[in-house]
């Protein structure tokens, strides 16, 4: 849904580059989930959760704005559930 926004192309280009940062955070954590490095992986995890609350509120800041109110609601849900993956991923992770 990203890549469709009709928003400027700067906007898109920062979207696109935190969701894309975010599954690179999420392959490093389940890398080292791999290699039963846990406290790393919680790390990238932590970190994957904050670029997508980021990612959230920059939605939210341009919703109505150079967003499309639809389309920001249906990113924001989106984030809200990868949010809510993430979180249990992490605590998933702690408990080893």
Not at 74 to 96: N, R
């Amino acid at each position: 849904m990203t890549e469709n926004l009709d928003a400027l192309g700067g906007i898109k280009n920062s979207l696109l580059k935190k969701l894309r940062q975010v599954l690179r955070l999420c392959e490093r954590a389940l890398k080292f989930i791999e290699q039963t490095k846990i406290e790393e992986a919680n790390e990238k995890i932590a970190d994957a959760k904050a670029v997508m609350v980021d990612y959230q509120s920059q939605v939210e800041d341009l919703s109505g704005v150079q967003i499309p109110d639809e389309s920001a609601q249906f990113l924001v849900k989106q984030a809200e559930y990868i949010i809510g993956l993430l979180e249990v991923a992490y605590s998933s992770d702690t408990m080893g």
